[in-house]
């Protein structure tokens, strides 16, 4: 259970930092190149001498971390144009809500995965708890033209959950393999942030500006977006629970605790629905969790 909070922590550390980095003066796109960079830097320092990269290349699980790594980057580009489009409320609830895909995918086909009654009513009322949560801004403003954009943001983050699930359930035997699965997407992403920041600036559409907030802040999100992951792997391989149940209780708590944290730290108002989505979530772990 360790591992489900750290991944927890971490996860919401994510979140602050994004929240904070306007107030350092940090470049973000740039400080998210430097995270995965120093992500995926994390797991390969760990590899033991006599671990070497080249005699795993074969493996599916690292094959698939590599290719998850392409939806991480994607899916930000994404997530940032849908924001400014329709609005970040419906960015952000498109990611929290794929978390059907992975619940779903693993109660109909993993044998000792159970869909009991009760399990089903908490992840109903988990998506209710987000929709609460997520509640839109009057700026917001839906626009149909560009619903194609959530849509694949949905997908895209249900198959990442989904692939680090499946991989992460006993198929990763070593230690040396979880830092290396942990790395995998952040060095394919890391590879691609520096051709788009590279291509946009010789094509004079970006600028890069990096001063030393922007390397500190991406240090500090690198660091804690590999822990997010490696102890998420963490929490899949020790088996303490269904994997159908692990994945709404981490989504709720990664929720719940940057609701409460971003009320105290940034004063943001803590809403009647917020409230009320907040209940139904501790509700709906409850649930899951039995």
């Known amino acids: ?7 927890i922590l971490s996860s919401t550390g994510i979140f602050l930092l994004f929240r904070s980095f306007p107030k350092w003066n940090v470049d973000t796109f740039p400080a998210i190149i430097i995270n995965y960079l120093v992500a995926c830097t994390c797991g390969i320092l760990m590899l033991s001498e006599d671990f070497h990269i080249k005699d795993q290349l074969a493996e599916p699980w690292l094959q698939g971390g590599l290719m998850v790594g392409a939806l991480f980057i994607t899916l930000f580009y994404l997530m940032a144009y849908t924001a400014q489009k329709m609005g970040v409320a419906v960015s952000s609830m498109a990611t929290k809500m794929s978390m059907v895909i992975p619940i779903a ?13 009760l399990k089903v009513a908490g992840v109903v009322l988990a998506l209710a708890s987000v929709l609460m949560i997520s ?3 009057k700026k917001d403003q839906f626009q149909a033209k560009f619903l194609l954009f959530p849509l694949i943001i949905f997908v895209g983050s249900g198959i990442i959950d989904l692939v680090i699930g499946h991989f992460s359930d006993g198929q990763l035997s070593q230690r040396n393999q979880q830092y ?3 790395s995998a997407p952040f060095f394919t992403s890391g590879i691609l942030g520096i051709l788009f920041l590279t291509t946009g600036a010789a094509l004079g559409k970006t600028k890069i500006r990096i001063n030393g907030a ?3 802040g991406g240090i500090a999100l690198g660091l804690v977006n590999f822990a997010s992951i490696f102890f998420l792997v963490n929490t899949f391989d020790a088996r303490l629970m269904e994997r159908s ?18 009320a105290i730290l940034f004063r943001e108002k803590f809403t009647k629905k917020k409230i009320v989505g907040i209940v139904l979530a501790i509700v709906a772990i409850c649930l899951v969790s039995l």
């Open 1 to 7: 259970m360790i591992y489900l909070l750290l991944s």
């Open 245 to 262: 149940a692990i994945i709404p209780i981490n989504n709720l708590g990664i929720i719940m605790l940057s609701a409460l944290l971003a």
């Open 180 to 182: 290396l699965f942990t």
């Open 135 to 137: 509640e839109r801004s």
């Open 105 to 117: 995918w693993f109660m109909i086909t993993d044998p000792s995965d159970s869909a009991s009654r």
């Open 214 to 216: 922007t390397i500190l």
